[in-house]
């Protein structure tokens, strides 16, 4: 079976930094993808991830642990228009079909 | 200008009616998917296809089919059968193997 693990809710305040942490446990690893998520809109791509360490995207870095089974989204300067749901994803081996965690739903406040 | 499109945005289903979710894309991708979002739910899978003429059931087929004749569309129906069919429903595509896949706008059902 396959379990993605993210927490429900955070809150941050504008200017500032916040991580959004996703542990999994699947049945082989393809790699880790991040979504963001406006509410009613659809999920648009953030980034993905297939070795270890971290990638950095203008404000925006995410990093893998394949051994610890373990992501984070880092999301700096953070503006009211990142207030979303952040999806984590992961990829197992053999299916290429991603299994989505339950989200975290980032409130940015002034 | 390429993309994935979902029609319509809202529909309503009286009890009993099967209804049927359309989703185009121009991106030449060869595989599609059909996900269910609740509140508070991740993204499930009813079904996907990874090549024209050939579909898969995902986590949560019951109450749904679906049909894969051209490699841009990939229709939904949501028959009868399923008992609580009132969520937000989003199609999406990829080339196929590890590769991201791209949403499309998604289609929220509710049921009269």
Known sequence: ?110 | DGGITQSPKYLFRKEGQNVTLSCEQNLNHDAMYWYRQDPGQGLRLIYYSQIVNDFQKGDIAEGYSVSREKKESFPLTVTSAQKNPTAFYLCASSAGGAETQYFGPGTRLLVL
């Open chain 1, 1 to 110: 079976g396959q379990n993605i693990d993210q927490p429900t809710e955070m809150t941050a305040t504008e200017g500032a930094i916040v991580q959004i942490n996703c542990t999994y446990q699947t049945s082989g690893f393809n790699g880790l993808f991040w979504y963001q998520q406006h509410a009613g809109e659809a999920p648009t791509f953030l980034s993905y991830n297939v070795l270890d360490g971290l990638e950095e995207k203008g404000r925006f870095s995410s990093f893998l642990s394949r051994s610890k089974g373990y992501s984070y989204l880092l999301l700096k300067e953070l503006q009211m228009k990142d207030s979303a749901s952040y999806l984590c994803a992961a990829l197992s081996g053999g299916s290429y079909i991603p299994t989505f965690g339950r989200g975290t739903s980032l409130i940015v406040h002034p």
